[in-house]
Nanobody
Framework: QVQLVESGGGLVQTGGSLRLSCAAS????????MGWFRQAPGKEREFVAAITWNFGITSYADSVKGRFTISRENAKKSVFLQMNSLKPEDTAVYYC?????????????????WGQGTQVTVSS
């Protein structure tokens, strides 16, 4: 069973930056990809960014392109989300997710492991 633990959320002003981290632990940690999703109050969970584990290919939602950067550190089984130029509409609970088998990285149901989430609040 893989466990994912997020950290790095918090309160920041508009235009500020935060760096989220997600550490994976457990047996047979061998992923096809890891990603970040977010869910704002009253809204559905949405894709933010993802990175493939072997080749580091990245993908982003249009709403965060140019502002967010996803990266990974294979040896530490960790993935990171650097968030710059934050906006109030980025306010949400951010979830780390992992998929073991190849699948559509934008689709949340492709992911088989999830963290508990970390709150990001951007004040105007």
């Amino acid at each position: 069973q893989v466990q994912l633990v997020e950290s790095g959320g918090g309160l920041v002003q508009t235009g500020g930056s935060l760096r989220l981290s997600c550490a994976a632990s457990g047996s047979t940690v061998r992923f096809f990809a890891m990603g970040w999703f977010r869910q704002a109050p009253g809204k559905e969970r949405e894709f933010v960014a993802a990175i493939t584990w072997n080749f580091g290919i990245t993908s982003y939602a249009d709403s965060v392109k140019g502002r967010f950067t996803i990266s990974r550190e294979n040896a530490k089984k960790s993935v990171f989300l650097q968030m710059n130029s934050l906006k109030p509409e980025d306010t949400a609970v951010y979830y780390c997710a992992a998929m073991h088998n190849a699948g559509t990285i934008f689709y949340m149901h492709t992911y088989d492991s999830w963290g508990q989430g970390t709150q990001v609040t951007v004040s105007s």
